[in-house]
Nanobody, 121 residues
Protein backbone atom coordinates (compact mmCIF):
# COMPACT_ATOMS: atom_id res chain seq x y z
CA UNK A 1 0.00 0.00 0.00
CA UNK A 2 1.22 3.49 -0.87
CA UNK A 3 0.65 6.48 1.33
CA UNK A 4 1.63 10.14 1.39
CA UNK A 5 2.33 11.87 4.68
CA UNK A 6 2.47 15.66 4.89
CA UNK A 7 4.18 17.70 7.56
CA UNK A 8 5.20 21.28 8.24
CA UNK A 9 1.88 23.04 8.55
CA UNK A 10 1.07 25.38 11.39
CA UNK A 11 0.22 28.90 12.45
CA UNK A 12 2.28 31.78 11.11
CA UNK A 13 1.91 35.54 10.93
CA UNK A 14 1.46 37.31 7.62
CA UNK A 15 4.80 37.78 5.91
CA UNK A 16 6.25 34.67 7.50
CA UNK A 17 7.38 31.39 5.97
CA UNK A 18 6.64 27.69 6.20
CA UNK A 19 8.10 24.66 4.49
CA UNK A 20 5.80 21.73 3.78
CA UNK A 21 7.09 18.22 3.19
CA UNK A 22 5.36 15.18 1.74
CA UNK A 23 6.95 11.75 1.81
CA UNK A 24 5.62 8.82 -0.20
CA UNK A 25 6.14 5.31 1.09
CA UNK A 26 5.08 1.77 0.24
CA UNK A 27 5.27 -0.42 -2.85
CA UNK A 28 6.31 2.33 -5.26
CA UNK A 29 7.78 1.56 -8.66
CA UNK A 30 7.94 5.07 -10.04
CA UNK A 31 6.50 8.50 -9.31
CA UNK A 32 5.67 10.72 -12.26
CA UNK A 33 4.14 14.02 -11.17
CA UNK A 34 3.79 15.42 -7.67
CA UNK A 35 1.93 18.46 -6.51
CA UNK A 36 0.38 20.49 -3.76
CA UNK A 37 -3.29 21.41 -3.63
CA UNK A 38 -5.13 23.50 -1.09
CA UNK A 39 -8.70 23.91 0.03
CA UNK A 40 -10.00 26.82 2.06
CA UNK A 41 -13.37 26.72 3.87
CA UNK A 42 -16.21 27.13 1.40
CA UNK A 43 -13.93 26.95 -1.63
CA UNK A 44 -12.97 24.31 -4.16
CA UNK A 45 -9.68 22.49 -3.95
CA UNK A 46 -7.14 24.12 -6.26
CA UNK A 47 -3.75 23.19 -7.60
CA UNK A 48 -1.11 25.36 -5.97
CA UNK A 49 2.04 23.96 -7.53
CA UNK A 50 3.14 20.92 -9.47
CA UNK A 51 6.46 19.38 -10.41
CA UNK A 52 7.18 16.66 -12.97
CA UNK A 53 9.68 13.84 -12.61
CA UNK A 54 12.05 15.85 -14.76
CA UNK A 55 11.74 18.94 -12.61
CA UNK A 56 9.46 21.20 -14.64
CA UNK A 57 7.16 23.27 -12.42
CA UNK A 58 3.93 25.20 -12.60
CA UNK A 59 2.16 27.46 -10.12
CA UNK A 60 -1.18 29.08 -9.63
CA UNK A 61 -0.82 32.77 -10.43
CA UNK A 62 -1.50 33.92 -6.88
CA UNK A 63 1.61 32.22 -5.45
CA UNK A 64 4.14 32.92 -8.18
CA UNK A 65 7.25 34.53 -6.77
CA UNK A 66 6.36 33.48 -3.23
CA UNK A 67 6.14 29.67 -3.28
CA UNK A 68 8.67 27.17 -4.60
CA UNK A 69 8.00 23.50 -5.22
CA UNK A 70 10.82 20.98 -5.37
CA UNK A 71 11.33 17.24 -5.09
CA UNK A 72 13.91 14.70 -4.05
CA UNK A 73 13.36 11.63 -6.20
CA UNK A 74 15.72 9.49 -4.12
CA UNK A 75 13.58 10.17 -1.06
CA UNK A 76 10.20 10.13 -2.85
CA UNK A 77 9.56 13.49 -1.24
CA UNK A 78 8.11 16.76 -2.49
CA UNK A 79 8.46 20.11 -0.74
CA UNK A 80 6.67 23.42 -0.83
CA UNK A 81 8.59 26.43 0.43
CA UNK A 82 6.09 29.18 1.20
CA UNK A 83 7.39 32.71 1.74
CA UNK A 84 5.65 36.05 2.23
CA UNK A 85 2.53 34.27 3.41
CA UNK A 86 -0.79 36.06 3.28
CA UNK A 87 -4.03 35.43 5.18
CA UNK A 88 -5.62 34.27 1.92
CA UNK A 89 -3.12 31.39 1.85
CA UNK A 90 -4.90 29.87 4.84
CA UNK A 91 -6.12 26.41 3.86
CA UNK A 92 -5.59 22.71 4.26
CA UNK A 93 -2.76 21.74 1.95
CA UNK A 94 -2.82 18.32 0.33
CA UNK A 95 0.00 16.43 -1.31
CA UNK A 96 -0.71 14.50 -4.51
CA UNK A 97 1.32 12.01 -6.51
CA UNK A 98 0.81 10.30 -9.85
CA UNK A 99 2.61 6.98 -9.56
CA UNK A 100 2.93 3.34 -10.51
CA UNK A 101 3.11 0.64 -7.84
CA UNK A 102 5.19 -2.52 -7.95
CA UNK A 103 2.05 -4.64 -8.27
CA UNK A 104 0.15 -2.84 -11.03
CA UNK A 105 0.80 -1.43 -14.49
CA UNK A 106 -1.84 1.23 -13.93
CA UNK A 107 -1.02 4.80 -13.07
CA UNK A 108 -2.58 5.82 -9.78
CA UNK A 109 -3.27 9.10 -8.04
CA UNK A 110 -2.60 9.11 -4.31
CA UNK A 111 -3.53 11.84 -1.83
CA UNK A 112 -2.20 12.73 1.57
CA UNK A 113 -4.43 13.50 4.52
CA UNK A 114 -3.62 17.20 4.49
CA UNK A 115 -1.82 19.65 6.72
CA UNK A 116 -3.37 22.87 7.98
CA UNK A 117 -1.72 26.20 7.25
CA UNK A 118 -3.13 29.21 9.08
CA UNK A 119 -1.83 32.71 8.35
CA UNK A 120 -2.86 35.43 10.77
CA UNK A 121 -3.08 39.10 9.84
Amino acid sequence: QVQLVESGGGLVQAGGSLRLSCAASGSIFSIYDMGWYRQAPGKQRELVAGVSRGGSTNYVESVKGRFTISRDNAKNTVYLQMNSLKPEDTAVYYCNADLVTTTSYRSLEVWGQGTLVTVSS
